[in-house]
Antibody, heavy 121, light 109 residues
């Protein structure tokens, strides 16, 4: 059974860096068959794709966030992480990590439960 | 990239069929057969219903079906049930990125 679990601070101050980790169990990040993704949902709003990473380290991100986003992978821990710099209140959201089937773009077959991150002083 | 356009709400009676549209452009939906649909109940993570326009993952009811014409994709729910009351989102591939729709709230009357 594939499971993804987000972890990280629930409160971040404006202008600081949001850091989240996604721990994967039941599947190996190293298989090369999947992209490992971050998606967020502002309170009461729709979904927004943040970006993804391939096990070899190749990353892609939403053009609107690209200048502030870093996505890293740690295959030894079977984890991947998100760094979002210079946050503002607009970055307050539930952040999900998800698995996307390779070359089946948008096929997010497994999701974490999501973690709420609030940006506030 | 701009968000895909979905109706804010759609409603139907139990047993009826409803269709949710998802309109994009020739750069996303119109250019790729990579449209997915998700169902989200309050406080829960989204659940994959359809991928690559028409394909259903194992375990998803065949009451859910997807299609595409030009720049618009559609999700049809047949035999509407109370448990189908939820938010529904579409997503499409766009070069090296993904774009979601704004979501549609389905109400079962």
């Amino acid at each position: 059974q594939v499971q993804l679990q987000e972890s990280g601070p629930g409160l971040v101050k404006p202008s600081q860096t949001l850091s989240l980790t996604c721990s994967v169990s039941g599947a190996s990040i190293n298989t090369g068959v999947y992209y490992w993704s971050w998606i967020r949902q502002n309170p009461g709003k729709g979904l927004e794709w943040i970006g993804n990473i391939y096990y070899r380290g190749t990353t892609y991100s939403n053009p609107s966030l690209r200048s502030r986003v870093s996505i890293l992978v740690d295959t030894s821990k079977n984890q991947f992480s998100l760094r979002l710099r210079s946050v503002t209140a607009a970055d307050t959201a539930v952040y999900y990590c998800a698995r996307e089937v390779g070359y089946s773009y948008g096929n997010f077959d497994y999701w974490g439960q999501g973690t709420l991150v609030t940006v506030s002083s | 990239q701009s968000a895909l356009t979905q109706p804010a709400s759609v409603s139907g009676s139990p047993g009826q069929s409803i269709t949710i549209s998802c309109t994009g452009t020739s750069s996303d939906i119109g250019d790729y057969n990579f449209v997915s649909w998700f169902q989200q109940h309050p406080g829960k993570a989204p659940k994959l219903l359809i991928y690559e326009v028409t394909n259903r993952p194992s375990g998803v009811s065949n009451r859910f079906s997807g299609s595409k014409s030009g720049n618009t994709a559609s999700l049809t729910i047949s035999g509407l049930q109370a448990e189908d009351e939820a938010d529904y989102y579409c997503t499409s591939y766009i070069t090296n990125s993904r774009v979601f729709g704004g979501g549609t709230k389905v109400t079962v009357l």
